[in-house]
């Protein structure tokens, strides 16, 4: 009796491990039969053949990115990034990261990358400087404050005014400081994310508005201590893409593999998995 | 000759020493004529380079792009005026935070600077104490760069929580930093020109009767203060730059706000305005230095036959 209940007990493990294989390998090979048309790596316009070099700034911050270390492919932007390599056809060993500064990743003149992924948002003024793809995360700006602050439960439009508040230099967050908290006091503006955390400390600021992923991330991490994230603001129709060099052909076929993950939602996915615990925040009014 | 020195400094006239002094009429004309070569080879020799660097400029082949990036018309005028709504602030305001900050550092850099030359002057044993107290500033503050005490003093004391001393509004320890940043410097160049006071001057004030600070505050320090206001208004030039570090404090002043323009626009044009803003404050400035030199040194060689 029990040497037929064992029987009976592998074979329907073998089976489910079997059926199991089979349906993996239907769904890579109908991955692997929707490559583009036209955009295989040997028919792209790269800067060196047969590599797709992408850029990003240094550090590179978490939850886009893990432990700054672009090359393991984690983190929101690291996995779009390899998302994107893979649709067009290239293998993961061909996709090598380098470094470029936010601030001269739109100076004129050739790039030493094929694209940019930087948490960069669209607009239509840089988008005469350089060329964007299409948007692969449509983000929100959050607030946040250190715990015990007034802003905690004192945040109604027009309590939102009185406070003074710190952005990021780089970011839209300050135009949307100014457009639609519309503050009494001129908002601090800070190099980097770093800086911001210590005025906030420092209590020299009550509110830091950043990206919701980047606000909650600092909270849930303790990089603020103590930190709460008020809410976020509802969504502006601001999207971040990919950066090229103006005009760069390569921007066409990368857009479809974009519009590919979005339509078999691999990029939904993502989002969930690397952003998912980050926007699960309420939403406040500016 | 030289009653107007500077205007034709690379005439072969001043080189050579003069005309030929064999008949005056003569003399003079020929020094017209020689001074009117000279001014249009000079002429033309500027209009030469500014050409071939004007050409170089606007034939290389990126050049349409490199002037739109950064000598972009529409930018310039929403750099300067601002956009708040667009989140850009103006670089004339920011700029106003800028002068704010250096005439109120400079007066206070020229005072402590005078306080620590002065201490470092002190002699006798009793005020050794004193002494290596400047001698450890002046050290420090030089040794450390200027950005560094900016972070210290503006992320480092609100967080010490002094009561008091923490609460200040952030441009408080900006303007801390530059000041005691600046006045090691500067009290090294009044050291300099209290050196230079030539010691038989301390002697007679001292056989006058005058005590060692007397001597001090009446004879030496107005010659010395008088010798050093080149290289002082060499670093008050100088802080006027400077004062660009008060801004990873989150004071936008003029080259944060141009560097908002910038990373809104994609486009360089702000640091442009931001450029000739600071230029316009400089430029006079180092003029007006020159002019100082010329007088001082005129009244200091007045009567001497050159």
Same mark, same amino acid.
């Given at each position: ?13 073998l089976?489910?491990a ?5 349906s ?13 048309? *036209?955009?295989?790596p040997?028919?792209?316009? $790269?800067?060196?053949?047969? #590599?797709? !070099?992408?850029? =990003?700034?240094a @550090? %590179? ?32 060993s ?18 030493t ?14 988008a ?23 802003l ?9 005014k009185?406070?003074?508040? *710190?952005?990021?230099?780089?970011t839209?967050? $300050?135009?949307?400081?100014? #457009?639609? !908290?519309q503050p =009494?006091q001129? @908002? %601090? ?14 209590r020299?600021?009550q ?9 909650q ?6 990089e ?18 990919l950066?090229?060099?103006?005009g ?39 | ?7 034709f400094d ?12 064999n008949s005056?009429g ?5 020094s ?5 070569r ?6 033309a ?19 349409a792009q490199?002037r739109?990036t950064f ?9 300067f005026l ?42 006798g ?6 002494r ?9 503050f030089?040794?450390?760069p ?10 480092g ?12 509004p ?24 209290i ?25 030496v320090?107005?010659?010395?203060v ?8 060499n670093?008050f ?6 004062t660009?570090?008060v ?9 944060r ?8 626009d ?7 305005v ?11 400035m ?5 002019w100082?030199i010329a ?12």
């Amino acid at each position: 009796m029990k040497r037929e209940l064992l029987a009976s007990s592998v074979a329907a493990v073998l089976v489910a491990a079997a059926a199991a294989t089979a349906s993996v390998s239907i769904q890579s090979t109908t991955v692997l039969a929707k490559a583009i048309s *036209g955009c295989a790596p040997s028919q792209l316009h $790269l800067y060196r053949a047969g #590599q797709l !070099i992408v850029a =990003t700034d240094a @550090p %590179a911050y978490t939850p886009w990115f893990e432990k700054n270390q672009p090359r393991n492919g984690k983190g929101y932007e690291g996995a779009v990034a390899y998302a994107v390599a893979k649709a067009l056809g290239f293998k993961q060993s061909q996709v090598h990261w380098t470094i470029e500064s936010f601030d001269s990743s739109y100076a004129p003149g050739p790039k030493t990358f094929d694209f940019d992924i930087n948490e960069i948002t669209i607009t239509a003024a840089r988008a005469k400087a350089v060329t964007f793809s299409e948007g692969y995360y449509n983000d929100r700006q959050a607030l946040i404050t250190y715990k015990g602050s007034p802003l905690v439960t004192a945040h109604s439009p027009s309590q939102l005014k009185t406070y003074k508040y *710190g952005d990021q230099v780089g970011t839209t967050s $300050l135009a949307y400081i100014e #457009q639609q !908290i519309q503050p =009494t006091q001129t @908002p %601090a503006v800070y190099n980097n994310p770093n800086d911001a955390v210590s005025a906030l400390s420092d209590r020299t600021i009550q509110g830091f508005v950043t990206d919701a992923p980047t606000a909650q991330y600092m909270a849930s991490s303790g990089e603020v201590k103590h930190g709460v994230v008020v809410g976020q603001f509802p969504s502006n129709d601001q999207a971040y893409g990919l950066l090229f060099h103006k005009g760069n052909p390569l921007v066409s076929c990368v857009n479809r593999a974009i519009t590919q993950l979005k339509n078999n939602g691999t990029l939904t996915r993502l989002q969930k998995k690397w952003l998912g615990i980050y926007t699960s925040i309420p939403t406040i009014q500016p | 000759m030289t009653s107007d020195p500077g205007r034709f400094d690379d005439s072969p006239l001043l080189v050579a020493g003069g005309p030929p002094s064999n008949s005056l009429g003569g003399g003079r004309r020929h020094s017209k004529l020689q001074g009117r070569r000279a001014v249009a080879v000079s002429v033309a020799s500027s209009v030469v380079l500014l050409g071939v660097l004007a050409a170089l400029f606007f034939f290389a082949p990126g050049s349409a792009q490199v002037r739109q990036t950064f000598f972009n018309i529409p930018d310039a005028r929403t750099a300067f005026l601002g956009d708040p709504r667009g989140g850009i602030f103006s670089e004339l305001d920011a700029l106003l935070i800028n002068i704010e900050l250096f005439l109120t550092a400079e007066v206070l850099i020229l005072i402590l600077a005078m306080v620590i030359a002065l201490i470092r002057q002190l002699t006798g044993p009793v005020t050794f104490p004193l002494r290596m107290i400047a001698i450890a500033y002046t050290d420090f503050f030089r040794g450390v760069p200027l950005l560094l005490v900016v972070y210290a003093i503006g992320f480092g004391v609100p967080a010490l929580n002094l009561a008091g001393v923490s609460t200040q509004p952030v441009w408080v320890y900006g303007l801390a930093a530059l000041v005691l940043s600046y006045s090691a410097y500067v009290s090294e160049v009044y050291r300099a020109g209290i050196d230079s006071v030539h010691p038989s001057q301390v002697a007679a004030a001292r056989s006058l009767g005058l005590s060692h600070g007397q001597a001090m505050r009446s004879v030496v320090i107005p010659q010395a203060v008088r010798r050093v206001i080149p290289p002082l208004l060499n670093d008050f030039i100088s802080l006027q730059k400077d004062t660009a570090l008060v801004a990873v404090l989150g004071i936008i002043e003029v080259n944060r706000a141009a560097g908002i323009v910038s990373s809104t626009d994609f486009n360089y044009t702000g640091y442009t305005v931001g450029a000739f803003l600071f230029l316009l404050l400089t430029v006079p400035m180092a003029r007006f230095t020159d002019w100082l030199i010329a007088r001082d040194r005129r009244r200091r060689q007045a009567g001497v036959a050159h």
